[in-house]
């Protein structure tokens, strides 16, 4: 993901086994971030952070 604040507004989603994406949030990525972080683990594993032209895994995105 490009260098973003933490003030971007983003989209933070949980993708099952199934490919159904139930959305958590919308807000900024400070947010977001606070939000999945609070998540069990095995949920962690399925988030995504995604804004207006880039998406991540949020596990991908907090080990760099």
């Known amino acids: 993901m490009r260098t973003i604040s ?4 983003v989209r933070l989603y949980h993708l099952d086994d199934s490919g159904t994406a139930t ?3 919308y807000g900024t990525l400070a947010e977001a971030l606070q939000t999945a972080q609070a ?3 095995d949920i962690q594993e399925d988030l995504f952070l995604q804004t207006s032209n880039d998406v991540v895994s949020y596990l991908d995105y907090i080990e760099g």
Request: charged content about 20%; overall charge negative; hydrophobic content about 40%.
């Open 39 to 41: 998540q069990p683990d």
């Open 6 to 9: 933490q003030d971007v507004a």
């Open 23 to 25: 959305t958590l949030l």
